[in-house]
């Protein structure tokens, strides 16, 4: 391949050197840059560890799960499928077995580290569902936090007369939140609050909000945290393999 010749629009090239200058352009070249590093470490690793390679009949059930989950399993369907993508079985059954050993590799480098930080932090990842009142006046935030206090109003029922939050359609219910996504003062504020307690009112934004927690959640290392966490370490190991090498860029 040409360094002048990298791309062909009709009868139009795009060199190399131009391919890069429209990346830097478009703020897409830092990117770009940082996808092949990252593919570089894994290659490396991936052919200095011989402990990783899948056998014949891993990579096999792992077709069968991608089949099954993917409504492929007509063999004139997943035929299709294949020549959509440009593959033929052999190509498919080698992308399969790779990605079995990068997930070892992932696993290898990242889950202790990931259970580690998660110990560590656990109480960030603990979760919280809030409700709210949301007023523009302190005064009148006082004496709402007040009526509920003595019971003599529902929060429901303020949250329907006086929050200026469109969430008051469904009776102020906020979500779910990680205690490490809310403000300080958010946090500050709930801690020790139990389920059904009231807190606030809290100044946010020039407004004044009342906060019912309606239930807690403690922090579980499984499902979409643990996967995050363990990509989160992946990406600091292979970011620390370039830590102390050179790396440049030539295009002649």
Do not use: C
Not at 161 to 187: C, E, I, K, W
């Amino acid at each position: 391949m040409s360094l002048d010749n990298f791309l062909t629009v009709d009868d139009q090239s795009i060199s190399l050197r131009q391919a890069l200058a429209y990346l830097r352009a478009s703020g897409d070249l830092e990117q770009f840059l940082t996808r092949i590093l990252r593919q570089y470490v894994i290659e490396q690793e991936l052919s200095n560890s011989t402990d990783l390679e899948a056998d014949s009949s891993e990579v096999e059930q792992a077709i069968i799960n991608f089949r099954l989950q993917n409504q492929l399993v007509p063999a004139d369907r997943f035929d299709e499928w294949l020549k959509s993508r440009g593959l033929n079985y052999t190509g498919f059954r080698e992308q399969v077995g790779v990605g079995l050993k990068m997930e070892r590799l992932k696993q290898r480098v990242s889950q202790t580290a990931a259970t580690e930080f998660f110990e560590k932090n656990k109480a960030e990842f603990e979760q919280v569902v809030l409700s709210r009142i949301v007023v523009a006046d302190a005064a009148l935030a006082a004496e709402l936090k007040q009526q509920l206090v003595a019971s003599q109003a529902g929060f429901e029922e303020l949250v329907k007369q006086h929050s200026l939050t469109s969430d008051r359609a469904y009776n102020g219910m906020m979500g779910t939140f990680s205690l490490g996504q809310l403000p300080a003062p958010v946090r500050t504020t709930i801690a020790g609050a139990a389920p059904g307690d009231v807190v606030g009112p809290l100044e946010m934004e020039g407004r004044y909000t009342l906060l019912r927690i309606e239930q807690r959640l403690p922090a579980s290392f499984e499902g979409q945290l643990k996967q995050n966490l363990e990509n989160q370490m992946f990406d600091k190991w292979w970011q620390e393999q370039l830590k102390d090498k050179a790396v440049k860029m030539t295009i002649e």
